[in-house]
């Protein structure tokens, strides 16, 4: 029932589909007088809006709805102002860094059609803005966890000097001030626009979530004592579980500070004395506690794993990390001094999740290459597991 609420079409999305179309058509009818025109424009922005919204419905918030009936508005205000020099590129950065990068991209296509409609241009008005804006919101994207953007700003203003000089001033006969100064001021908007931006992602959102991460992977985290001492097994579980997350992580290019918080986490709902199923205990208290939401993803996948589902390699390296410790622990909790055959213990944890009918991972998205490393791994381990027992 609570994904089917998640999934609903909220009425608030409403705001992002007929306030740019009204706009849209009312911008035509004072420009061109055309009523025709008018209902045409607001038709086509409608449909548009109202695609981009569905698709991204569990993406959009309150926030992320006004934010893009805003710039969807700044964008169709062209039809007022000199040719090119919104700042296309900036606006869906915004987006992307703001609400997300499926949002960003997608409202590039949005923004770039609203002046493409209103301003009756040519076809390589509709293709630079678009080219460019995708092209802005890739790149810092990537750059996003670092907040280190000159490079990515220079790259930008290359492309965008380049695709201007390929798809407009090459297409024209003769050349005048207004074609090169007006997307001049243009690019200086997006790149002043983009720096401010990024650096405001960067500090309030990020470095803000580096520093949560930091504090919450730290074993003396309190929630951590807190489960040292209600639950001695589950915690020393979650402690090398952890540890060897984390390992994976770093072998084969994971983030290795989630890896290690999806290691200690993954079972911490155990805390909670309620009735509900242990995944939903552990969203609920990793929630609580103010969990970065990528962290809480990975842990309500974890719960959620049934064997019909594709699985994350995130998530599926913790699990085979989890039944490993877990299944050592056990072993040694029958007999501390017992001699545990590595080889043939890891293999049938492994052949347990992978196959058969109860099989966990028998969709796990986990390349085959790290499984066999994996598994080579907790065969190799030796001196480690002493202390488990």
């Known amino acids: 029932m609570e994904t089917e609420a998640?999934?609903?079409?909220?009425p608030y999305f409403l705001i992002a589909i007929l306030v740019p179309a009204i706009a849209s058509a009312?911008?035509?009818y004072i420009t061109q007088n055309s009523i025709t025109g008018a209902f045409r424009n607001a038709i086509v922005i409608m449909i548009l809006s109202f695609i981009m919204v569905y698709v991204l419905r569990d993406e959009l918030n309150p926030r992320g709805v006004l934010l893009l009936t805003f710039f969807a508005l700044i964008s169709s205000a062209q039809a007022f102002l000199p040719d090119l020099i919104l700042p296309i590129a900036s606006l869906a950065v915004i987006m992307c860094f703001f609400v997300s990068p499926n949002t960003g991209i997608s409202s590039v296509i949005l923004f770039s059609t609203m002046p493409y409609l209103v301003t009756d241009h040519s076809f390589e008005y509709f293709l630079f803005y678009t080219a460019t804006g995708i092209i802005a919101v890739t790149l810092m994207y990537t750059k996003r966890k670092t907040g280190k953007y000159v490079e990515v700003l220079a790259v930008f203003m290359l492309i965008y000097i380049m695709l201007?000089?390929?798809?407009?001033?090459?297409?024209r006969m003769s050349i005048n001030a207004d074609i090169i100064i007006l997307p001049a001021v243009g690019l200086i908007l997006d790149l002043v626009i983009m720096k401010v931006a990024g650096y405001r992602y960067y500090t309030n959102v990020e470095k803000k979530k580096e520093e949560l991460y930091k504090r919450i992977v730290d074993p003396e985290y309190p929630l951590l004592m807190r489960l040292k001492k209600e639950n001695r097994k589950e915690y020393k579980t979650a402690i090398h579980t952890a540890?060897?997350?984390?390992?994976?992580a770093q072998k084969f290019g994971y983030d290795k500070v989630i890896m290690k918080g999806l290691g200690f986490y993954h079972r911490i709902g155990v805390l909670e004395g309620d009735r509900t199923s242990l995944a939903f205990r552990t969203?609920?208290?990793?929630?609580?506690e103010g969990f970065p939401e990528e962290l809480v993803g990975y842990l309500k996948e974890y719960g959620e794993v049934d064997g019909k589902s594709r699985v994350s390699p995130e998530v599926s390296i913790c699990l085979i990390t989890h039944h490993v410790i877990s299944g050592l622990i056990k072993e040694y909790s029958k007999d501390k001094d017992a001699d545990v055959d590595m080889n043939q213990f890891v293999d049938k944890v492994i052949l347990k999740l992978f196959s058969g009918g109860g099989a966990l991972l028998k969709h796990s998205l986990i390349p085959y290459d790290d499984l066999e490393q994996i598994r080579k791994t907790f065969k190799e381990e030796k001196i480690y597991y002493d202390f488990l027992r």
């Open 6 to 10: 998640k999934k609903a079409f909220k």
């Open 26 to 28: 009312v911008e035509i």
């Open 164 to 171: 201007y000089t390929a798809l407009i001033i090459l297409k």
């Open 243 to 248: 540890h060897f997350t984390e390992l994976f």
């Open 283 to 288: 969203v609920k208290t990793a929630t609580y």
